[in-house]
């Protein structure tokens, strides 16, 4: 049997594997790149490590090492009392307020705005009473609507690739497509899931006052944090970080807004790795108080690490088995152009959800200028459902933005969350690439 029919096989027994018997998929995930790689393959063990995501790795550890630290001295408790200010307690806009920062972040250039962004909405969303699900998904979408900004690290990859290729590019189009299609689904996802109870009953959940309002998007009123410290206890560390009454603005809380700060400008500006950047932070403010901080290190959610990890590592192995370019060639000797399209974008959608968005970009526009070049569609409509296809998966845990929403999730809910999310990118899946080929393709308006 060929090594693209085993993988891919292989690839369908892990995931049945992992949801039958509740095994760590990252786990499986390695153990499938060994026997894949090895055996049907022919990769040496330098090979099957090649494709281990060492960037996204580094990422996640620097960041939840750095938000610990910044749950554990109360600097997200000040934060998020901050943002509540902002919105006047009207708690229904919270979730759109962190759309909104994310996508302007990711507009001029924070490729990683949800990194920045989802520590703090996960944390707003566990103080109101507001459905995560529904706030971290609304992040991502914030953050992927300006994500092919002319000026953004998307923006400026997809239109150059168009520009060498001598494909007639429209960077005005390829910034608004997703944009409108973005905030369309998340206006969905706002009214879907608004009235629904968040995933249990726990004083992380609960409204922090009185004046957060009636917890609209967490289906009832829920109890106020004076409630909830009396029904659950907390350790003297977390009470005095989580007491709105205590709130202020302490050296050590200067000092992690100050980190944070550095990390958003660093990543902005001067395009500095964020995960060795938020390492770097969290070393220095863990020097500086090493009583408070000793913590820190569990809340890296290790978990998803090996879950992320894991699952990329296979994906490479996919990738030097010739699985993506085997699928690729079958969807391109399909005689009906549009039909091809149409599954050009499926294929796009399907990997991007295990896989870097910008990478399968990379490869699935390239592929696509033979088809494109033949003028049997338009051009400037498929690179932009491509384009859209290929990001809005990003919702998949699997991805590095959904990877960041599920490791910012209280850590008891963080089970449930991950099968909610499951879920929702496998609808977006099935959904998002049709949807884009019929507005951007099928319908000939471009």
């Not at 999730?409 to 496998?426: C, F, N």
């Amino acid at each position: 049997m060929r090594p693209e029919v085993i993988s891919i096989i292989v690839l369908v027994a892990i995931f049945v594997l992992a949801t039958v018997r509740s095994v760590n998929l990252g786990a499986l995930g390695f153990v499938a790149a060994f026997g894949v790689g090895t055996f049907s393959v022919g990769l040496a063990a330098d090979e099957l490590l090649a494709g281990f995501p060492s960037a996204i790795f580094v990422i996640l550890v620097g960041l939840t090492y750095l938000f610990g630290i910044a749950q554990l001295n109360g600097t997200l408790d000040l934060l998020v009392h901050w943002f509540t200010k902002l919105v006047r307690g009207r708690t229904a806009a919270m979730p759109w307020i962190f759309f909104v920062i994310a996508g302007a972040l990711m507009s001029i250039g924070a490729v990683f705005s949800v990194a920045i962004v989802a520590p703090l909405a996960m944390s707003c969303a566990r103080r109101h009473n507001i459905n995560p699900l529904l706030m971290g998904m609304l992040v991502v979408h914030g953050a992927l609507s300006t994500a092919f900004s002319p000026i953004s690290v998307y923006g400026s990859f997809v239109n150059e690739v168009v520009a060498d290729a001598d494909i007639t590019a429209s960077p005005g189009l390829l910034f608004v497509a997703p944009l409108i299609l973005n905030t369309a689904i998340a206006a969905g996802v706002y009214v879907a899931l608004r009235q629904r109870t968040p995933v249990a009953s726990h004083p992380e959940y609960a409204l922090a006052s009185d004046e957060a309002g009636a917890g609209v998007l967490g289906g009832g009123r829920g109890t106020t944090a004076r409630e909830a410290g009396e029904a659950s206890p907390r350790s003297e560390v977390d009470a005095a970080s989580t007491t709105t009454s205590t709130i202020g603005v302490t050296t050590e809380r200067a000092v992690t807004l100050v980190g944070l700060a550095v990390l958003a400008f660093g990543t902005v500006a001067f395009n500095l790795d964020v995960g060795f950047l938020s390492l770097s932070i969290a070393t220095v403010i863990s020097f500086a108080y090493p009583q408070r901080t000793n913590g820190a290190v569990a809340k890296v959610n290790w978990s998803t690490v090996l879950l992320i990890c894991g699952v990329l590592t296979y994906v490479g192995t996919l990738e030097e088995a010739g699985t993506i370019d085997y699928a690729s060639d079958a969807i391109l000797g399909i005689g009906l152009p549009i039909v091809a399209a149409l599954l050009l974008c499926y294929l796009g959608g399907i990997t991007s959800a295990f896989a870097s968005s910008l990478g399968i970009l990379a490869v699935i526009i390239p592929l696509a200028v033979p088809f494109l070049k033949e003028g049997n569609v338009s051009a400037i409509g498929m690179v932009a459902a491509l384009a859209f296809a290929a990001t809005v998966v990003d919702v998949s845990p699997f991805s590095t933005n959904g990877a960041l929403v599920l490791a910012n999730t209280a850590e008891e809910h963080r089970p449930t969350i991950y099968r909610q999310m499951l879920r929702y990118s496998a609808l977006v899946v099935v959904a998002a690439p049709p949807l884009a080929w019929a507005v951007l393709v099928a319908s000939g308006w471009f």
